[in-house]
């Protein structure tokens, strides 16, 4: 029974995969903490309070651009500390 269930929820998982490539569209159901909510909300553009949908989106968007930005830095910098080492 167990192997079944494992079976069938990687088939599951993999059909999801492949509708979420089909429409660009992931549609998961997340639990999230209602201060981060409320918080996210009081600080979010007011366009963006009304639709959790829309505040995820661009709270991802703008996550992924810092983090982009972040990690060029730091590959930046590595890059200079290996420059500076071999002279």
Do not use: I
């Not at 366009?47 to 830095?73: H, I, Q």
Request: glycine fraction near 2%; charge should be positive.
């Amino acid at each position: 029974m167990r192997v079944t269930h494992s079976v069938t929820w990687s088939v599951f998982m993999r059909l999801q995969q492949v509708d979420c490539t089909k429409s660009g569209t992931l549609r998961r159901s997340f639990a999230l903490p209602r201060h981060l909510v409320e918080a996210a909300r009081e600080l979010s553009d007011p366009s963006l309070r009304d639709n959790l949908n829309r505040l995820v989106t661009v709270a991802l968007g703008e996550y992924v651009t810092r983090r982009k930005k972040e990690l060029f830095k730091m590959e930046m910098a590595k890059m200079a500390a290996e420059s500076a080492d071999s002279q």
